[in-house]
């Protein structure tokens, strides 16, 4: 298999930053746990070899995987993963690049795999890992018996070729709940306790959107914030949604379902939507500024909240889910098989998805964890969010994590029809085209794919 099989998009999103961590780590000094070894566990009671070869790793993610506070400088993240790896290696030095989001990650991964210049460690999304798994054989095997049981088989499988090598050490899953604003649902008459809500929204995306519309004719406010966000929601409880798994034939234009969802939201975007596009500033804003009611919140939604809204004092979870339950995000490290540092990188990805970390992840970020035995961690078992008024997020999101429906097949082509769609989305929310005008545009955009 070779990279060039594939035409993909090239470039690099512009203003990134590389930042070479060296700050001190801000856990306590009196913290009972151990200090962690690089393969997850307690640290044997020897020093670090201090004739190790100097190596510098660099470390590429998106959004807020939890690992340091220069994701979120004003959140005061309790671990510093970057520095606890660093203090129990000390012969290296890791240079963390973040980007915003995973689209511009994305976009960086898929130019650099072939010709090089990847990270030494590389974050992959799960909207696109199925086009990933195409250019396996360019990325290191991390399989190792001592990890058997570490994920939910679900992780692993998703991360596993057809040769069964595992490209792909899991970090966090995204069962989702709903975000809320208390005060907005008691100014529409609206329950606004977390029960109350969870009562109000159960039930399908259609009574998701009749209360929404209840709430919109009585405010004449935004009910959610963003049509991209619930169109994400709605589209992974279908299933299959834009491929045939057998085949792997793009069927999205085929599948009444998905015109349905599409028409189901287009109709109620008119009234219920910011019309901001996710990921703005504006969209940033209206989490502070009274913009929206509610929206689809994954575990790691909840660092983007308390980031954006530091000031806002009734942002609120409710545990419910329209249909039922659903999965909105999760990742992976991956190694360029073609890296200067393959066999430290390694270590590095196996330390920072074993279950230790991944709970302080959780702890520092809301990214829940892929790996079973964190669930039994009290930084998950027992978390509450003071920020959500002291909602019991653990337990939330152990409910809606055995709540989440089967993952809807995701085929090489996911990314870019589910592309081709949010795109029409957005041209009808900003007024650019009518529903029908746009899907049409999405059509023959889906029909060029290939």
Known sequence: MTFSRRKTALGLSAGVAILALTVAGCSSSDDPEPSTSATGGAMESTSPDANAEPVTLTLATFNTPGYNSIEQPDANYEYDLIQEYMDANPN?????????????ARTNFFAKLGP??????????????????????????????????????????????????????????????VCYRSSLFEEAGLASDPDGVADLLDGDWANFFDVGQKYFDATGKAFFDSTGGIWQGMINQIDPAYEDADSGDIIALDNPEVKAAYDQLTVASKDQSTHLGQWSEDWFAG????????????????????????????WNIANVYPNGGGNWGGS????????????????????????????????NAGTYPSQPAAYEDPLVASASNAFFNDAATGTIFADRAQAVLPSPYKGTYYFQVNTAITDALTRVDDGTDAPDASWDKAVTDINNIG
Request: glycine share 8%; charged share 25%; hydrophobic share 45%.
């Open 332 to 363: 992976w490290l991956t190694v360029p098989a073609n890296g200067a540092n393959v066999d430290e990188a390694k270590k590095l990805a196996d330390w920072l998805t074993a279950p230790e970390q991944q709970a302080k992840a959780f702890a």
């Open 116 to 177: 090089g210049g990847l990270a030494d460690v590389e974050m992959v999304e799960v909207d696109w890992m199925p086009e990933v798994m195409q250019y396996s054989d360019l990325l290191a095997d991390l399989t190792d018996p001592s990890l058997d049981g570490r994920w939910l088989d679900s992780k692993v499988a998703d991360a596993t070729d057809q040769d069964g090598r595992l490209i792909g050490a899991g970090t966090d899953v995204g069962p989702q709940a």
């Open 92 to 104: 290296v030095t890791i240079t963390y690049d973040r980007k915003a989001e995973s689209g511009d």
């Open 287 to 314: 989490m502070q500024n009274d913009a929206f009611a509610v929206m689809l919140c994954p575990p790691w939604m909840l660092g983007v909240i308390s980031g954006s809204a530091a000031d806002a004092t009734d």
